[in-house]
C-alpha cells in the first residue's frame, strides 16, 4: 500500500539549531512532494512544494526541502530555527497524479527560547 | 479575501444525532476535500470531490456523507453510525488535482 512515513513524531530543539524532518513514501512512480505547517491556532498552510525540476526546493520563512528520488526521500531542513517554527509539520505525497494526497502521521516541533 | 470557511468552529452534539458540517470557498477551485485529524494520525481523507454534482470516497467515508450542489460549497453531515465522530475536521480545496490545497480553519466536534 501506498505509505507516507515521517519518522520524528515529536521533536525538541534550541533556538539556532539545525533542523532536519524526515519524509519517506513508498511508491516508485511520479510524485509530487508537500510540505505544510500548521502553527499553533492557526489554518494548515503550505512551505513548500516539489513538481519537477530542481530537487532542492525552497519555501516559506528559510525552510528548503531535497527530493532524493532514490531513497523515495523530501527531507525538511532548516539552518538556524527559531522559536516561532513551533508548530506541527506535515508531509504529502500525490502519487502518479490522483486526487488523493498521502499524508505523514506529522511531527510536532517545539523550540525552546 | 479569498479562502475557506468552516462553520461553527467548535460543534456539540448528543450521541445519535446527525451534524453537518459547513465549508464554503471562494478560490473558484473544482475540487474540495474533507479530513478527520486525529492527533498522531496525520489527516485521513474522508470524501473529495472533482467536480460539482460529483463526489468519491476516501479511506474513512463509513459513517459520513456529502453533497455538492454548488461549485462554492461542499457540506460534510456526520452520521449516527459513525462509531467514533469526536475529532477535528478539515476543509480543504485545490484548483487541480496537482495543485497544493488550501485549508479551512477547522470545526472541533464533540460527542457524548
Known amino acids: 500500500a501506498q505509505s507516507v512515513s515521517q519518522h520524528n513524531h515529536h521533536v525538541i530543539l534550541s533556538e539556532a539549531a539545525s533542523l532536519e524532518l524526515g519524509c519517506n513514501y513508498s511508491y516508485g512512480g511520479t510524485v509530487n512532494l508537500f510540505w505544510y505547517v500548521q502553527y499553533p491556532g492557526q489554518h494548515l498552510q503550505l512551505l513548500l512544494k516539489?513538481?519537477?525540476?530542481d530537487p532542492l526546493v525552497k519555501g516559506i520563512k528559510g525552510f528548503e526541502a531535497e527530493f532524493i528520488k532514490s531513497k523515495f526521500s523530501f527531507n525538511l531542513r532548516k539552518p538556524s530555527v527559531q522559536w516561532s517554527d513551533t508548530a506541527e509539520y506535515f508531509c504529502a505525497v500525490n502519487m502518479d497524479s490522483n486526487y488523493q494526497l498521502i499524508w505523514g502521521a506529522g511531527t510536532k516541533l517545539i523550540i525552546k527560547p | 479575501d479569498g479562502g475557506i470557511t468552516q462553520s461553527p468552529k467548535y460543534l456539540f452534539r448528543k450521541e445519535g444525532q446527525n451534524v453537518t458540517l459547513s465549508c464554503e470557498q471562494n478560490?473558484?477551485?473544482?475540487?474540495m476535500y474533507w479530513y478527520r485529524q486525529d492527533p498522531g494520525q496525520g489527516l485521513r481523507l474522508i470524501y473529495y470531490s472533482q467536480i460539482v454534482n460529483d463526489f468519491q470516497k476516501g479511506d474513512i467515508a463509513e459513517g459520513y456523507s456529502v453533497s455538492r450542489e454548488k461549485k462554492e460549497s461542499f457540506p460534510l453531515t456526520v452520521t449516527s453510525a459513525q462509531k467514533n465522530p469526536t475529532a477535528f475536521y478539515l476543509c480543504?480545496?485545490?484548483?487541480?488535482?496537482?495543485?497544493?490545497?488550501?485549508f479551512g480553519p477547522g470545526t472541533r466536534l464533540t460527542v457524548t
Open positions: 516539489y513538481f519537477s525540476g
Open positions: 478560490l473558484n477551485h473544482d475540487a
Open positions: 480543504a480545496s485545490s484548483n487541480t488535482h496537482k495543485d497544493e490545497q488550501y
